[in-house]
Every structure is written in structure tokens, then in C-alpha cells.
């Protein structure tokens, strides 16, 4: 004998035998005997009978489709509530890694200010750990291998070790506070050039205001390009690498032509317009256009066309070969004991 608790819950699911007519009430009475578990209409059994054989019973295969079909409702029914907890899951996740992220961007912050002379050559570290990127083989990129002393010594990286010194002295800060693990270089590095650009963006619109530094940092605010930073802070957890990359990817800047420089930005996926940064440029032609357009929007309150383009070009750079982990940084929250809470 097996029993069935929760058939009677899905009653229009089962097939029903209708009841015997009167005229047939005398061969009923007669198979009454057999059948132990006659069918009402509108009633379903929750006790089936292993002998239960005859046509007013229920079948073998029937009770098992039942079975399945009370099984999948109740699990549809219950679905609704596990996909709240993962929604919730998700908040508090992304309330993580945005209050961790915002406190990263503050200790960045701090070390550069104190050291503005070295945003060229912060800006320089991230490039050129960017900028190790094969597409051919998918490996490089900005993975934070130019911390390793066999590549940060290497000729295209001279004069970036006080940079990567600094950073590693932010880094020692930042680990101090992380509740979700070590924070990695390659974030690290590519976070420290967006902090020193925002420095000089920010200091282009003091210079504007007189030196006024009030006055410079609402109108950064106001006209600048600090709301266009979204897509580069969604692009937060990448994972460093062990070991160097390959030497003869990244070119000696200072020593290299323009169309040395041209070329490895196309080998990234970079165009002219990528590369117009640098007054040498502006003898290529393909470039030149760029050039002077930015030049132009410099000279403006605001700056937008140069920030805008400069900020996209350093967002596609931070991500060349990456694959990003959005649950980076996370840790698991702590429990509330109910029974000291006071009500």
C-alpha cells in the first residue's frame, strides 16, 4: 500500500471515472467488492491500494503522472522565492565590491596627490602592462605581470619603478582593509591610472579657476567627464598573472616612430585616434586630424571630446584579454543572532 499526501491538491489534473448510472447499480455492487477505493467525482483518494485494478480505480501510471505534476508545480510554485534570495544575494554582493571599490579609489587617490610628479610614469605602468596583449595567442594584456622585477626592468620600463613602489605601498593599505582577499595588481595598476588621469583632468579645471581649487572641482563636476567612468568600474576583478610575459611586445616609447607606434596599437585594435596623445604624432598624417581636435577641446571649459576619448581609450586598454570576475571582492556577511536584538 502506498500512500500519496499531496494528490488531492491537484484534484483537475487527474483523470476521473465518472459514477456508475442506476441502471448499472447492480453490476457496481457486484464489483464493489474488488474495488476498495471507488472514485467519487470532484474527490481524489490520498490512499491508493496496490490491488486497486478495475475501471472506477486509478491506474499504475496514472498516480506516477500525478506524482510528477503535483512535483513540478510545487517546485515552479517555489521557484519565485529562490530567485528573491539570489536577487538578494546579488544586492549585497554589488553593495561589496561598490563600497570596497569606492575606498580603493580613495587610498589611489591620497598616494598620487602626494606624489603628482609621478602620474606620468603611473600612466605609463598601465599602458604598458596593457599593451603586452597578443591577440594571436589571447595572453598578455593587463594582468599585472609588469610587477614581477624580470619585466619592470626591462628597457621599455625604465624609470617605472618608483610607480610600481608607490602602488605596491597602496596596495599593502588596501589589503589591510579587504574583507574579500588580496586586492590583485592587475586591478591595482589599471585603477591607479584612472585615478591619475581624473588628477590631471581635475587640475586642468583648477588651472582654469586661477588655482582656485573650490572653484576648479565644481567645475570639474559640473562639465567634466567624471560620469563617464561607468563602464571602466563595472570592469573591476582581473586576475594576475605568474608569471612575466613574453619579451619584444611592448616598444620603447621614447625611441620608437610613429609608425611603430601605429602599428601596435592596430595589432590591439587601436586606431589613429587611439594614438593621438603626443605632439610627434601630428607629422602622420592619419593622425593629425586627432591631434588638433584634441588640442582644440583642451583649450575648452570642459575639455569633453579629449577626456571622453582618453577615458574609452584606457577603459578598452584595461580589458584587452581579461576576463572578469564579478564576484571579486566579495566575502560572505555575517550573521544576525535574532535573540540580541532589542524590540
Known amino acids: 500500500m502506498g500512500l500519496v499526501s499531496f494528490l488531492s491538491t491537484v484534484p483537475t489534473l487527474l483523470p476521473l471515472t465518472p459514477l456508475p448510472s442506476a441502471s448499472s447499480s447492480s453490476s457496481s455492487s457486484s464489483s464493489s467488492s474488488s474495488s476498495r477505493c471507488p472514485i467519487h467525482a470532484g474527490t ?20 506516477i503522472n500525478s506524482f510528477g505534476t503535483a512535483i513540478g508545480m510545487e517546485l515552479i510554485a517555489s521557484s519565485s522565492s529562490y530567485v528573491e534570495v539570489a536577487r538578494a544575494a546579488d544586492l549585497i554582493q554589488r553593495r561589496q565590491r561598490s563600497d570596497f571599490q569606492s575606498n580603493v579609489k580613495s587610498t589611489l587617490y591620497t598616494a598620487i596627490k602626494a606624489n603628482p610628479d609621478l602620474i606620468p610614469s603611473i600612466l605609463t605602468l598601465a599602458l604598458n602592462d596593457a599593451i603586452s596583449y597578443d591577440k594571436a595567442t589571447k595572453s598578455g594584456g593587463p ?3 609588469i610587477r614581477f622585477s624580470s619585466e619592470i626592468s626591462r628597457p621599455e620600463n625604465k624609470g617605472l619603478s618608483g610607480a610600481l613602489t608607490l ?26 591610472a584612472q585615478s591619475a588621469l581624473k588628477s590631471t583632468f581635475l587640475a586642468s579645471a583648477i588651472r582654469k579657476c586661477g588655482g582656485n581649487e573650490e572653484k576648479g572641482s565644481l567645475l570639474y563636476t559640473a562639465y567634466g567627464s567624471n560620469g563617464q567612468w561607468g563602464l571602466f568600474d563595472r570592469q573591476f576583478g582581473r586576475s594576475d598573472t605568474q608569471e612575466p610575459d613574453p619579451e619584444g611586445r611592448v616598444p620603447q616609447w621614447e ?7 601605429k602599428d601596435k ?22 593622425v593629425l ?22 577615458i574609452t581609450t584606457l577603459t578598452k586598454l584595461s580589458c584587452l584579454g581579461q576576463d572578469i570576475y564579478y564576484e571579486a571582492y566579495t566575502y560572505a556577511a555575517p550573521k544576525v543572532d535574532l535573540t540580541k536584538l532589542k524590540l
Open 255 to 261: 625611441k620608437a616612430s610613429v609608425q611603430e607606434m
Open 167 to 192: 602602488l605596491e605601498d597602496a596596495k599593502k593599505e588596501i589589503d589591510s582593509y579587504s574583507k574579500g582577499g588580496p586586492f590583485s595588481f592587475a586591478d591595482l595598476i589599471q585603477y591607479a
Open 143 to 145: 594582468n599585472g605581470s
Open 289 to 310: 586630424p586627432w591631434v588638433q581636435k584634441y588640442q582644440r577641446s583642451r583649450e575648452t571649459v570642459s575639455e569633453t571630446d579629449y577626456q571622453v576619448d582618453l
Open 265 to 286: 596599437f592596430k595589432g590591439v585594435g587601436f586606431g589613429p585616434r587611439q594614438v593621438a596623445t603626443e605632439a610627434l604624432l601630428a607629422t602622420d598624417p592619419d
Open 44 to 63: 481524489v483518494r490520498c490512499k491508493i491500494e496496490a490491488d486497486v485494478t478495475d475501471e472506477n480505480g486509478f491506474r499504475r501510471r496514472d498516480v
